[in-house]
Structures are given as C-alpha cells and as structure tokens.
C-alpha cells in the first residue's frame, strides 16, 4: 500500500479542486494487515469508505495458486496469516 504521506497529499489535492456544492467520497482496498492508529485515524477523519479482502487460508486444496494469481504485489506472503488473527 502506497504510503499514509501519499493518501494525505491526494486528499488534500482532491480537496483544493472540489466545486462548490460537490461531495467527495473516498475508498480504499486493503487486506487490513498495515492498517495502524494512524492510518485508522486518517481514515475515519476523512470518511473513506473501507473495503477489506480476505485471502483465506494459507493452507488447502488450490487456494494458493488462486491468490497467488490474483495478487498483484507478491511483497506480503504472510497476510493470510496477519489477516486470520
């Protein structure tokens, strides 16, 4: 996941070109395993919308193969594990 410095200055960007009468609505796709104080804390304060992704179990019949060909970034192998704690 991009940075929270990032998600900041995108949010600050959108702000300063919103329209007069215009709503903004964010959303974000995570598996959750990054999420900290502050992240949850920038979230709520601008109302993203949050969308979670459970990778299922690390072990059975063909699931890694699935996830393994869904995931774009192969940088978190152990986020099922995070994910069912």
């Known amino acids: ?11 600050e960007l959108a702000e300063s070109m919103k ?4 709503r903004l609505v964010y959303t974000i796709q995570t598996n959750g395993t990054l999420i ?3 992240w949850a804390e920038f979230l709520a304060e601008h ?8 990778d299922g ?3 059975g019949p063909s ?3 699935i996830q393994a060909s869904v995931r774009t970034a192969q940088t ?5 594990d995070r994910q069912t704690r």
């Open 36 to 38: 900290d104080d502050r």
């Open 1 to 11: 996941m991009m940075g929270l410095d990032f998600f900041r200055r995108s949010v």
């Open 19 to 22: 329209l007069p009468g215009q």
């Open 76 to 80: 978190d192998r152990n986020a099922p």
């Open 47 to 54: 109302g993203v919308l949050v969308g979670l992704s459970i």
């Open 57 to 59: 179990p690390r072990e």
């Open 63 to 65: 699931t890694r193969p």
